[in-house]
């Protein structure tokens, strides 16, 4: 068409004026992606007069080592609520990755297997979720509902209530998620390294592109040829290599996990979705965001914890986190869009009088 | 022609008074005046008929006095009385009723059922012998026949017969015979006349002039939401309507083409078929232009669909010569095809997303190399079909949402522009696109048939298709009817589908194909899961007792019984959501914090603690149903994120209150639950009671139905008069207190507080519910299958001690049966929706 190759040519990305890019920079950070930041960088320093010991380098190197598998777990979540769908199960896949590091890393194992082996499975289990919701089109909260029930069962038949018998992880894997530089753990910059590739995915990929596409308009990528069950069962894949990871950063970190030490995933990963400001329902969503929403997440929770709160207090002030994040963008698309989509047939006001 | 105020001759009694008068009505849509100051009026006894192209502010007009939708300035009288709120409520209080084009019946319900909707709506009570009204009608189908299994004309005919039904005093039309074919139009012509003889102000949308000419008393012309005047019925002339709603030649530019001679024929259809299509053949050269016009709804869009393999079904598709084996979209567009929808929202736009993205989405390798999409190629594409397509936005990274709908369709244009395919298939180019943008577009298609392409446009706009075609297809009812070389004017092209509509094409009678599998299936499909369970529950119970001598004693089924009940009140408030087609996730924590509240204020059975713990309880039910209902109905959060929240809050305040297990609960409640006669406790007794009470009401009450018809169709409910949200609120406020009396029988069985109790629960109550017949699209379900789902898994639970099973293996089967469940039901809907 008219766009012939001598345009194309003659319009390369200019000497950008500092204005623009600022308009640019806006809206590649909209306010429900800076949201979490904020939220972190505020925290930082609430958290200096309120539980000071969060700071003593035993506390951070917790907090960071948590954060870092969170962050992992909830990137997995985000992929998921990125293509449209949601994933309960994700507590229970969690838990059978750390389940096998622990069950089968025992002495005289060969670590790098009973890994790889701890990796592939939720690989497979997240493969088993994407083709009941994108292929039969079953309703994910369902299906990863039924699967939450099947595998927690499944490990308990298999494992019994707690993970494993000698119940540790191998040492060569505890020797180096216990590590730490500084006072930060190598946990939380594993879980960094993950999240710079996962970015690059999203960002700079045709395919990070497409699982983009796929959740905001699924009809639309249909029609416009991408492979749209191609794309939804991938996306699910990655997910599941993601839990699997971070289930034997987890294992190896905590030494002694139980079943209880994947379940909180569940509540905590959809909060950190809500915080970083993915939309529910699909779309884009920022990978930088997810990190520190999990970094304020388990901050958050330290501080409480610190200030002697206890368990409920803790996840109760987690549900108003996911309350507050997702009230606010709900509320902010109201006014961004303003009458476009509010407005549809619902809103009713009186007709006014002569 | 003469402009004719012409007051009706039998004046007296009909004054305008009775019918419906607006005045002064203005309506905008962002971008769009839909209708700009306009007086219109109906009088008794007169067909007042309403004539416009498409998108002239006709259905605006009839949304604004029917109240579905809220003008911006002007009245509306309703037999003289105001229509003081957008409320369909108070319209059809006032006595006016509309049957849409579309219709407003739920597809899921009987005829009798959507009859009584619309009358209960209103607070009328359905006829007695609705099979006698109905033939009154001459309606040949009976009460108990599925809407759905109607074919589109019947749906038509009963849309507007259960509008007459109510008699109003005024009775709007919107496109009446859009779908009829000849004979039942005549049919519904002699149903509008009776009408108009005993009274009714009928307000008349219709795009055919002819059987305008033979109803109606007088016409009135809008366009671009103007009235352009009103004549009397005799003082019309076909040709001088048709100019008044094209309007003046437009002053738009079309780019100067010429036809190509003999090129290469490019698209190729032969037979083409598909869903509301069919069978059409037709060509497409190289460097052609080619429009697809018609009335709405004929089957352009499908036409256009089923060349990329979207609901074809069959016939051949060829591009450059070659033929398309097995069409899917991704296979078009590998081929050559590039199509862009006009329905920008639904199927074109990824509004979220960047304009960048959107323009570049079809680029493929030329993003960069490897998969990957870089930056540095995509701003520089994007650069160039920004400055082409003259797309005006504040970054590459705006999301496109956030621009005009003429700029939305630039930066859609700039797809192919920057793909170069074959063959660009472009539905509605300019649709909600102004005058400026428009001209970019045409230029943009212009140019691509000038490189080449083979071009194929649909268009509602048909001076658009007049200025830009060589060629134009002309449809109706699925078929091409006519082919219009170049230089076929705008009313020509009008003309030939205004008249068109009058021809042949006889439609199979009223009845859509229905076989009796399916009939039988889908009406008693609410009591299938009844009878399954009922099986299940059985050979359960006669496999275990053949194993275990325990189990048939009067203690364990006394027992068995007791542990239905806690479920069961949960899956029967659930059972509610899952009608109106809501969703709870909330319901475990609940139930832990109803043991926990019970376990402070109910040490005994004295009138104290029973009047606290019910007074606590009746907080919680308001507090977190409330709750519930601000964040989904009212917030518009989805329901999973909003319960998933509520769970997490419910159940920290429930460890806040109860750290550790402990408290005590009466012991007289937890003995007297077992109480009943023989092993059948009292509780139980109450329990299958209410069930069936609530099954009586959800399939046999007013209100029951108003349910449903939200769960299956929240618009069309919508367009009948029923308060959606109110009863949305509702259902969400059933389920929590549906958790919290789950909960204080859970007490009964747990003797203390404890504050996860009722985490395990939401597992089996959805397993439970959808055991029930319930699917997540709505309006399906039975309070007597949640029930013997619940009593199912109770049962489950009962025996695999008896049977030496692990108890880890009643999570897993509880998924297992979840997931088996929703598989089932689903394969049933869609052996229900393929015909």
Redesign the interface.
Do not use: C, H, W
């Given at each position: 068409?008219?766009?012939s190759t001598t345009?194309?040519?003659?319009?390369?990305?200019q000497h950008k004026t500092r204005a623009?890019r600022t308009?640019?920079w806006?809206?590649?950070w909209?306010a429900r992606y800076r949201a979490s930041w904020a939220a972190l960088a505020a925290l930082l320093v609430v958290v200096v007069p309120l539980a000071p010991r969060a700071y003593s380098g035993a506390s951070v190197e917790l907090v960071s080592a948590l954060a870092g598998v969170l962050a992992i777990a909830a990137l997995g979540q985000t992929l998921i609520i990125m293509i449209g769908a949601?994933d309960l199960s994700i507590g229970a896949i969690v838990s059978v990755s750390a389940g096998m590091v622990v069950h089968y890393g025992t002495d005289g194992s060969n670590t790098v297997l009973v890994v790889l082996a701890a990796i592939v499975v939720p690989v497979l289990l997240s493969l088993v979720n994407g083709v009941?919701i994108s292929v039969?089109?079953?309703?994910p909260?369902?299906?990863t509902?039924?699967?939450?029930?099947?595998?927690?069962?499944?490990i308990?038949?298999w494992t019994g209530v707690s993970l494993s018998l000698t119940g540790r992880a191998p040492e060569s894997l505890s020797a180096i998620t216990q590590g730490a530089v500084g006072a930060i753990s190598a946990v939380f910059l594993y879980g960094l390294v993950i999240a710079v590739l996962v970015a690059l995915l999203l960002g700079?990929?045709?395919?990070?592109?497409q699982i983009?596409?796929v959740g905001?308009?699924r009809?639309?990528?249909?029609?416009?040829?991408?492979?749209v069950t191609r794309t939804e069962l991938s996306t699910f894949a990655l997910a599941g290599l993601l839990y699997g990871l971070a289930g034997v950063l987890l294992a190896g970190f905590l030494g002694t996990p139980d079943v209880q030490s994947g379940a909180v995933f569940q509540?905590t990963t959809?909060?950190v979705a809500?915080i970083a400001g993915v939309?529910?329902?699909g779309?884009?969503a920022s990978v930088a965001s997810v990190v520190s929403g999990a970094v304020f997440l388990q901050l958050l929770d330290q501080a409480l914890a610190i200030n002697g709160l206890?368990?409920?207090?803790?996840?109760?002030?987690?549900?108003?986190v996911?309350?507050i994040a997702?009230?606010a963008i709900?509320?902010g698309r109201f006014s961004?869009?303003?009458?476009?989509r509010g407005s549809r047939?619902?809103?009713?006001?009186?007709?006014?009088?002569? | 022609m003469s402009l004719a105020s012409r007051t009706p001759e039998a004046a007296g009694a009909r004054s305008v008074d009775d019918g419906v008068r607006l005045r002064g009505v203005t309506k905008t849509f962002p971008g769009v005046r839909a209708l700009d100051d306009v007086d219109f009026d109906c009088v008794p006894g007169e067909v007042h008929a309403l004539v416009g192209e498409n998108g002239s502010g006709k259905s605006t007009l009839i949304k604004v006095a029917s109240g579905v939708l809220a003008a911006d300035s002007g009245t509306v009288h309703i037999g003289g009385r105001l229509l003081t709120e957008a409320s369909v409520k108070r319209s059809r209080g006032l006595g006016l009723v509309t049957a849409y084009q579309d219709t407003s019946l739920v597809q899921d319900l009987t005829v009798g059922d959507n009859v009584s909707l619309s009358l209960n709506a209103i607070g009328m009570k359905r006829p007695a012998d609705l099979n006698a009204t109905l033939a009154g009608f001459g309606l040949p189908f009976r009460q108990t026949d599925l809407v759905s299994s109607l074919g589109p004309g019947a749906r038509q005919l009963l849309e507007v017969a259960r509008a007459m039904i109510t008699k109003p005093r005024v009775l709007m039309l919107d496109e009446p015979t859009a779908a009829l074919d000849l004979s039942l139009a005549d049919h519904l012509e002699g149903l509008v006349k009776k009408a108009r003889d005993e009274g009714m102000a009928i307000v008349y949308v219709s795009h055919r002039l002819a059987e305008i000419r033979r109803l109606a008393d007088r016409l009135t012309v809008i366009r671009d939401g103007v009235v352009q005047g009103t004549f009397s019925s005799d003082s019309w002339q076909v040709q001088d309507i048709v100019e008044l709603m094209v309007g003046a030649p437009t002053d738009l530019e079309f780019p100067t083409r010429t036809t190509p001679v003999d090129s290469a024929v490019r698209l190729e259809a032969r037979e083409l078929r598909g869903r509301g299509f069919g069978p059409v053949s037709l060509t497409v050269r190289a460097g052609e232009i080619v429009g697809v016009a018609g009335a709405e709804g004929n089957g352009q869009r499908a036409l256009l669909r089923g060349m990329i393999g979207i609901d074809g079904q069959g016939g051949e598709l060829t591009v450059d010569g070659r033929t398309l084996q097995r069409l899917t979209p991704v296979k078009a567009l590998s081929s050559g095809i590039s199509f862009q929808s006009g329905d920008r929202a639904a199927e074109s736009v990824f509004a979220p997303m960047s304009v960048m993205d959107n323009a570049t989405a079809q680029v493929g390798s030329r993003s960069g190399p490897a998969g990957t999409a870089l930056l540095g190629r995509l701003l520089p594409s994007f650069g160039a079909a920004k400055k082409e397509l003259g797309i005006v936005s504040a970054s590459p990274f705006q999301p496109i949402g956030a621009l005009s709908g003429g700029n939305q369709q630039k930066a859609v244009l700039a797809r192919p522009a920057l793909r170069r395919p074959k063959v660009l298939i472009v539905d509605e180019p300019t649709q909600g696109v102004d005058a400026r943008a428009r001209m970019d577009i045409y230029r943009v298609l212009s140019d691509a048939a000038d490189e080449g392409l083979g071009v194929l446009v649909n268009s509602s706009d048909s001076a658009e298709l007049a200025g830009l075609c060589d060629r134009v297809y002309v449809m109706s009812r699925g078929k091409v009817v006519t082919e219009l070389p170049r230089g076929a004017s705008e009313s020509e092209i009008v003309k030939s589908f205004v008249s068109a509509a009058d021809v042949e094409d006889p439609q199979a009678a009223g009845q859509g194909t229905s076989g009796f599998l399916r009939r039988l299936l889908t009406r008693n499909s609410a009591h299938v899961p009844i009878a399954v369970l009922l099986v299940l529950i059985a050979a359960v119970a006669l496999y275990t007792n053949s194993q275990s001598d325990v189990f048939w004693t009067p203690f364990n089924l006394s027992n068995w019984l007791v542990l239905t009940l806690p479920l069961a009140f949960v899956a029967l408030g659930q059972q509610f959501n899952m009608v109106a087609r809501l969703f709870d996730l909330s319901i475990g924590s609940v139930m832990s914090l109803t043991v926990v509240v019970v376990s402070f204020t109910l040490p005994d059975l004295g009138i104290t603690s029973v009047a606290t713990t019910l007074l606590y309880l009746l907080g919680v039910v308001l507090a977190v149903g409330g709750f519930n209902a601000l964040l989904i109905v009212v917030l518009r959060v989805p329901a999973i994120v909003a319960t998933v929240a509520t769970l997490g809050i419910v159940q920290g305040i429930a460890i806040l209150l109860r750290p550790e297990p402990g408290g005590v609960i009466a012991a007289d409640w937890v003995l007297g639950v077992s109480q009943g006669i023989g092993y059948v406790p009292y509780a139980f007794v109450v329990l299958v009671v209410l069930t069936i009470a609530m099954e009586y009401w959800l399939y046999r009450r007013g209100r029951g139905l108003a349910l449903r018809a939200v769960g299956y169709d929240d618009e069309s409910a919508l367009r009948v008069g029923e308060r959606v949200r109110l009863i949305q609120t509702g259902a969400l406020l059933t389920c929590t207190l549906g958790a919290v009396i789950g909960g204080v029988f859970l007490a009964s069985q747990t003797g203390m507080g404890s504050n996860a109790v009722g985490a395990g629960f939401s597992l089996p109550v959805f397993a439970a519910v959808f055991l029930g017949g319930a699917v997540l699209s709505g309006g399906r379900g039975s309070f007597i299958g949640a029930m013997l789902g619940a009593m199912f898994l109770a049962l489950l639970d009962n025996v695999t001690p008896l049977l030496n099973i692990d108890d880890a293996w009643r999570q897993i089967i509880y998924g297992g049966i979840l997931l088996l469940a929703i598989a089932a039901y689903a394969s049933l809907a869609r052996v229900r929706a393929s015909r």
């Open positions: 068409m008219s766009t345009t194309a040519v003659t319009a390369p990305a623009q308009t640019d806006k809206y590649r909209p949601l009941l039969l089109r079953l309703n909260l369902i299906v509902l039924a699967t939450f029930g099947i595998i927690t069962g499944g308990r038949l700079k990929t045709r395919y990070g592109r983009a596409s905001s308009n009809r639309a990528a249909r029609v416009l040829g991408m492979g509540l959809i909060t809500g939309t529910f329902g779309g884009p206890g368990a409920g207090s803790r996840v109760m002030i987690q549900g108003f996911l309350v997702v009230g709900t509320l961004a869009s303003g009458l476009s047939l619902r809103r009713r006001a009186p007709v006014p009088s002569e | -």
